[in-house]
């Protein structure tokens, strides 16, 4: 099968969806697929104007053109990607949406203007865009004309069915983990070892945005230093980087918690693995969260996650099995709070993370892909589709930029655009 994979953000960016779709292409090319990514994101080197540059193997159409800040929008892109999409014998379209996704949204609209199969997954939270989807009534054409809806959680599916309406199925997509990346070679964390004056270390990442509420991890966990007994030590330490750090430095300071929390900044996946490794409790208090994939990697890694229980995070974490969720910022301090003063709680949650690994295993994950490419080739509602002009999707215009590869990652690993 010869995919299209259409997302707004791609490397060198550093995201969610970025990390996301660059690791289905790979697995979906050692499924034995063919696979191809369109989007506006330049390359590295500031390619764009429709260049394919080679990412890791997999042909990457540069759609950008140069704009301030390198905002991944083109509405000049669709008649070539249009064309792109005919001449190469494409199977199947794949869209990937974020928050605000003006690229991927015209590329719904090429792909189904061919008849190109297609399936459109959500990678956030429609809350806030919901009135203009509703509006404009884009998802719910989407899907009476044969497109295979999906986000990548059950509450971000909930949020995407409420507005395309009844009648319209929307699927669970998840994100994907390398399972045996993640998972610890040993006993996570030395917190258990009582009597040895070593801090619990609690561990959170992401990026230093306000949506993301980098500045409630402080305030969680230091209501929780307040909430546990004082001889019981603790730490915390928020990898990340973003506009909200002297937002954190400032409160750091003005509550004196210098000598137990640091914010050491962004580190790549090996370095905030290792970091997981020796750790004890993972917090996050994101209330948007479509997902939460740096939560989902300190749960393969092993440590009890400590999240609220309206987002995206319960579909991989049990209340009471793989951590404690909260329903709100107090209730996420007295779970924290309880799980650095009860080691045996600690070790019961860490051991079942340890040993039951989470369902969004990337094998089970790109299995799905292929399963929502069925249910959008086996649409009735889609347009039938012309006949291709021939010609290799690669090698349709633009020139190739040899040697780019991406790589690298945020210690926010987090989902969200």
């Known amino acids: ?79 070539e990607v249009r064309r792109r999409l005919e001449a190469g014998s494409f199977d199947v379209a794949h869209v990937h949406m974020g928050v605000v996704s003006p690229f991927a949204t015209d590329m719904v609209g090429v792909a189904a203007s061919i008849g190109l199969p297609t399936a459109v997954t959500w990678h956030c939270l429609m809350d806030r865009s919901a009135p203009l989807f509703r509006l404009l009534g884009q998802a719910r054409r989407w899907g009476a004309a044969g497109a295979a809806l999906s986000a990548v959680s059950g509450v971000a599916a909930t949020n995407v069915a409420a507005v395309v ?46 949506r993301k ?41 003005r509550h004196d918690l210098a000598d137990w929390v640091s914010l050491p900044g962004r580190v790549s996946r090996e370095e905030l693995r290792a970091a997981y490794w020796d750790s004890d409790v993972y917090l996050t208090p994101a209330r948007l969260e479509a997902f939460g994939i740096a939560a989902l990697e300190a749960r393969t890694a092993g440590l009890p996650v400590v999240a609220r229980r309206d987002t995206g995070v319960g579909d991989f974490v049990v209340d009471g099995v ?80 040899d040697g780019a590869v991406a790589d690298g990652a945020v210690a926010d690993g987090a989902a969200g655009p």
Request: glycine share 12%.
């Open 322 to 401: 793989n951590g404690l969720l909260g329903s709100d910022d107090d209730a996420l301090a007295h779970g924290l709070a309880r799980l650095v003063t009860d080691p045996g709680l600690r070790r019961a949650i860490a051991g079942t993370n340890r040993t039951v690994p989470p369902a969004q295993a990337w094998s089970s994950v790109a299995a799905l892909a292929e399963q929502e490419y069925a249910r959008a080739a086996a649409a009735p509602g889609r347009r039938a589709r012309g006949p291709a002009r021939g010609g290799s999707g690669s090698g349709a215009g633009g020139a190739v930029a």
């Open 213 to 253: 509420r980098p500045l409630a991890v402080l305030e969680v966990a230091h209501r929780a230093r307040q909430l546990a007994p004082a001889d019981v030590p603790m730490s915390l330490t928020l990898f990340g980087e973003g506009p909200e750090r002297r937002r954190l430095e400032a409160y750091v300071r």
């Open 165 to 210: 309406g009844d009648g319209v199925p929307v699927h669970v997509f998840p994100n994907g983990i390398d399972v045996d990346h993640w998972r610890a070679p040993g006993p996570v964390g030395q917190g258990d070892d009582e009597g040895k004056g070593r801090p619990v270390r609690v561990v959170a990442a992401m990026r230093f945005a306000a």
């Open 1 to 79: 099968m010869k995919v299209a994979l259409l997302t707004d953000c791609y490397l060198p960016r550093l995201g969610g969806i970025e990390v996301q779709t660059h690791d289905l292409a790979a697995h979906l090319v050692a499924r034995g697929h063919e696979v191809e990514v369109f989007t506006a994101t330049p390359g590295p080197r500031g390619e764009r104007h429709g260049v394919v540059q080679p990412v890791d193997g997999i042909p990457v159409h540069r759609m950008a053109v140069r704009l301030p800040f390198e905002l991944p929008v083109n509405p000049l892109a669709p008649p």
